[in-house]
């Protein structure tokens, strides 16, 4: 049998880390299972995520696109931050039990410091318009190489204490 997240920690503990996240980071935090689905939802750190993502089209061209590249990337088993094509970055930590990487840790809709958020290029790959884009972009948070290692740090240091 797969061991799973709640296998290690009561979901509690787990739902209290993705709220304490996205309150400090400003992600749109998140824990995942083995397989890369969300155990309790997202929770939101900027307004310009959640408008892509409750559009139809910006769902399916960048969420789920970007969704399936950090599932993989997650599989390779290490801390990892990639950018998706809205140009925002998702940080994450693979969780692992002998030597089984059974979830994930993280978030995303940070934006990489030598990075630009791109109206345009959003509006193409949705329905969310440039004005819209603009209107939602300011509380997305601006985070370098030190800041992305600094919450891996973080949230490897609070998995611990979790778990154990």
Same mark, same amino acid.
């Given at each position: ?83 998706? +094509? ?9 969780? *692992?039990?002998?030597? &089984? @990487? /059974? =979830? ?41 190489? +030190? ?9 490897? *240091?609070?998995?611990? &204490? @979790? /778990? =154990?």
């Amino acid at each position: 049998m797969t061991m799973t997240l709640t296998d290690l920690a009561p979901e509690e503990k787990w739902r209290a880390l993705q709220d304490e996240l996205q309150e400090r980071f400003g992600l749109n935090a998140d824990i995942e299972d083995g397989e890369g689905k969300r155990l309790f939802g997202t929770t939101w750190g900027n307004d310009l995520c959640r408008a892509i993502r409750d559009d139809e089209k910006g769902f399916s061209s960048i969420c789920v696109t970007a969704g399936q590249m950090f599932t993989h990337l997650l599989k390779q088993g290490e801390p990892f931050s990639e950018e998706c +094509d809205a140009g925002m970055m998702r940080v994450a930590v693979p969780i *692992k039990k002998d030597g &089984e @990487i /059974i =979830g994930s840790v993280g978030g995303c809709g940070l934006m990489p410091a030598d990075g630009e958020i791109d109206p345009f290029t959003i509006g193409m790959m949705s329905d969310v318009t440039e004005e819209t884009v603009e209107k939602r972009s300011p509380d997305v948070r601006v985070a370098d190489e +030190d800041r992305v290692k600094e919450i891996q740090d973080y949230i490897q *240091k609070r998995v611990d &204490e @979790i /778990i =154990g």
